[in-house]
């Protein structure tokens, strides 16, 4: 009897060892992507209503990037975000000064040669804790490749303003804005046109 309920275990253990086999090679499969661009990429974003989120995921998958969310330690309310009422994403915009914490950090930041910075347009910019990000490492000799989303507003001057942030070694590569509507195909059609 305990034969055979050995036998029967080991049964079923076969096809979960194969299925952790394959996903240990789609792993490696997407590290030997990265390797053979001679490109370490980071995906960070910050997103409050999922929008942003949605198109650093599909830049991840499309690249084999890691991905960091930029997590407030404070988080945003609805009504902290309701614009033009004097909430504290007003008060923040309004001040370039303001650095709202982040939760968490970047491990081995220094690993990674292109960072994909996305971030939502508030009042024509990039909310501040993205400058908390960019002030809280040292980014030299890194490729910086923003995007943003918006239901309205370009990527405009959002990202040319937090050049200054960085080092002057950081190479800024022109970013893109994407709609709330925007396809997947969209992302992998910018993505495949920088040349990475």
């Known amino acids: 009897m305990k034969r ?22 789609e792993s490696s499969s997407d590290s030997e992507t990265n ?29 084999g990037a890691d991905s960091y969310e930029i997590v407030p330690e404070d988080p945003y309310t609805e009504e902290d975000l309701a614009y033009y009422t004097g909430g504290r994403a007003d008060r923040e915009q309004a001040d370039s000064s303001a650095r709202p914490v982040i ?54 001057s959002s990202a ?3 050049y ?4 002057d070694t950081v190479t800024w590569m022109d970013g893109q804005r994407f709609s709330g509507d925007s396809s997947e195909n969209e992302v992998v059609e910018w993505i495949n046109g920088l040349g990475l």
């Open 103 to 156: 939760s968490g950090s970047v491990e081995n930041i220094d690993q990674y040669n292109v960072i994909f910075l996305g971030y939502p347009i508030w009042h024509g910019q990039a909310p501040r804790i993205i400058s908390t990000f960019l002030e809280s490492y040292d980014f030299s000799g890194v490729t910086i490749i923003p995007f943003c989303t918006s239901h309205s507003s370009g990527i405009g």
């Open 35 to 63: 390797a053979s661009t001679g490109n370490k990429i980071l995906v960070a974003y910050f997103s409050c209503t999922g929008t942003t989120e949605q198109i650093a995921e599909w830049i991840a998958e499309g690249t």
């Open 164 to 167: 200054s942030l960085c080092s």
């Open 160 to 162: 040319e303003d937090l």
């Open 4 to 25: 055979f309920v050995a036998l029967l275990f080991s049964a079923c253990m076969i096809p979960m060892l194969v299925a952790c086999g394959s996903e240990s090679a």
